[in-house]
């Protein structure tokens, strides 16, 4: 073994006799560090506007407004836009796979099947449209009288069943199988919502300051949660534990509350943490983790919360308002999108390790 000497600046030296062989490089022998990978270079299509990013889509001509990934093909994303349009594509393989038709104002949400089968999209144009995992349509779902917008989309974890929030009233819900039609009435604005993961259950924020808790299989009310000391302003967000017994959601009231679905009592509040509207929240999914959620503000904030004790783990201070954020798979990081009022674009970071 090569003996070796650490200075006390941290340089590390080596003796002369330890020394096999020199070999001297001419300027031109030296990679080019600004070259980029051919190989991968082909793959991601590369120009001079995607700064750290490997590929960029550029079918849309205005702006986008919803995206959504397979969960069953790491490759398949679509995208819906001001264009009043959607598009399937493929990272990294060139032109998109299929447009998605047939709206005719903004695409505003999208999400896939849990079985990667089937994606839906939703517009301001009161339809959701309904296509398979190659871009072929399938069906439109429509509501019996059109109002407002769509803004809200999600699937049933095990069956073909759609669930549309609307930015005028309520919520509906198909059943793609059987073709029945449910509404869930009751809202001032539906904002966020989704089924529990045991999919015996929907719970729905609102504009209207409360939380709406309905059996999936028929429908029925549960649990209306609202009033002190719950949410004083609208509802942002909402995420479901993996238990499918708690709700946390986030409001205009710069607050986080957990609510005991099975109970629909408030059972905590997350504090301190920020100062401006709570704009999105997810859950932590790794399974050697302590329990612990992570929140995005309008008060530039991203906060890590230990839930075991309802308070900040870590206070992230970041550049602009926080837009979006995901955990990254089971893993400790979270990722960040957060928009630039003087440049109208989104920047994505991936987190501390915490």
């Given at each position: 073994?090569?003996?070796?000497?650490?200075?006390?600046?941290?340089?590390?030296?080596?003796?002369?006799?330890?020394?096999?062989?020199?070999?001297?490089?001419?300027?031109?022998?030296?990679?080019?560090?600004?070259?980029?990978?051919?190989?991968?270079?082909?793959?991601?299509?590369?120009?001079?506007?995607l700064g750290d990013s490997i590929y960029k889509f550029t079918g849309h001509t205005s702006g986008v407004f919803a995206l959504a990934c397979s969960p069953t093909n790491p490759l398949l994303v679509a995208?819906?836009?001001?264009?009043?349009?959607?598009?399937?594509?493929?990272?990294?393989?060139?032109?998109?796979?299929?447009?998605?038709?047939?709206?005719?104002?903004?695409?505003?949400?999208?999400?896939?099947?849990?079985?990667?089968?089937?994606?839906?999209?939703?517009?301001?144009?009161?339809?959701?449209?309904?296509?398979?995992?190659?871009?072929?349509?399938?069906?439109?779902?429509?509501?019996?009288?059109?109002?407002?917008?769509?803004?809200?989309?999600?699937?049933?974890?095990?069956?073909?069943?759609?669930?549309?929030?609307?930015?005028?009233?309520?919520?509906?819900?198909?059943?793609?199988?059987?073709?029945?039609?449910?509404?869930?009435?009751?809202?001032?604005?539906?904002?966020?919502?989704?089924?529990?993961?045991?999919?015996?259950?929907?719970?729905?924020?609102?504009?209207?300051?409360?939380?709406?808790?309905?059996?999936?299989?028929?429908?029925?009310?549960?649990?209306?949660?609202?009033?002190?000391?719950?949410?004083?302003?609208?509802?942002?967000?909402?995420?479901?534990?993996?238990?499918?017994?708690?709700?946390?959601?986030?409001?205009?009231?710069?607050?986080?509350?957990?609510?005991?679905?099975?109970?629909?009592?408030?059972?905590?509040?997350?504090?301190?943490?920020?100062?401006?509207?709570?704009?999105?929240?997810?859950?932590?999914?790794?399974?050697?983790?302590?329990?612990?959620?992570?929140?995005?503000?309008?008060?530039e904030r991203l906060v890590i919360w230990d839930l075991e004790r309802s308070s900040p783990r870590s206070i992230c201070n970041l550049e602009s308002e926080v837009t979006c954020l995901t955990w990254i798979?089971?893993?400790?990081?979270?990722?960040?999108?957060?928009?630039?009022?003087?440049?109208?674009?989104?920047?994505?970071?991936?987190?501390?390790?915490?």
């Amino acid at each position: 073994m090569m003996d070796c000497e650490i200075a006390d600046d941290g340089e590390v030296y080596i003796d002369d006799a330890d020394i096999i062989t020199e070999t001297t490089l001419d300027d031109e022998d030296l990679p080019d560090g600004s070259d980029e990978d051919d190989e991968y270079d082909e793959q991601a299509d590369f120009d001079e506007d995607l700064g750290d990013s490997i590929y960029k889509f550029t079918g849309h001509t205005s702006g986008v407004f919803a995206l959504a990934c397979s969960p069953t093909n790491p490759l398949l994303v679509a995208t819906g836009g001001g264009d009043d349009r959607g598009f399937l594509w493929k990272i990294g393989q060139g032109d998109w796979v299929a447009e998605l038709g047939g709206h005719k104002e903004t695409v505003t949400s999208l999400a896939f099947s849990s079985d990667g089968q089937f994606l839906a999209s939703g517009g301001l144009d009161s339809v959701v449209n309904v296509w398979d995992a190659s871009g072929n349509f399938k069906c439109k779902l429509e509501v019996p009288v059109p109002t407002g917008g769509f803004e809200l989309i999600s699937w049933h974890p095990t069956d073909h069943v759609v669930l549309a929030g609307s930015n005028d009233f309520s919520a509906r819900m198909w059943g793609l199988n059987t073709g029945a039609f449910t509404e869930l009435s009751g809202h001032r604005g539906s904002t966020c919502g989704d089924f529990t993961p045991d999919g015996k259950t929907i719970c729905i924020g609102s504009s209207d300051s409360t939380l709406r808790i309905w059996t999936s299989e028929t429908g029925d009310p549960i649990y209306v949660v609202g009033g002190h000391p719950y949410h004083s302003k609208g509802l942002t967000c909402l995420a479901i534990t993996s238990d499918s017994r708690c709700a946390l959601t986030g409001s205009e009231d710069a607050s986080v509350k957990i609510v005991n679905i099975k109970t629909g009592k408030v059972v905590g509040t997350l504090s301190p943490g920020h100062s401006k509207t709570v704009n999105c929240i997810g859950l932590s999914r790794s399974p050697s983790f302590f329990p612990c959620a992570a929140t995005g503000g309008e008060d530039e904030r991203l906060v890590i919360w230990d839930l075991e004790r309802s308070s900040p783990r870590s206070i992230c201070n970041l550049e602009s308002e926080v837009t979006c954020l995901t955990w990254i798979g089971t893993s400790r990081y979270v990722a960040a999108g957060w928009g630039y009022s003087d440049m109208g674009r989104s920047v994505w970071r991936q987190g501390e390790d915490i």
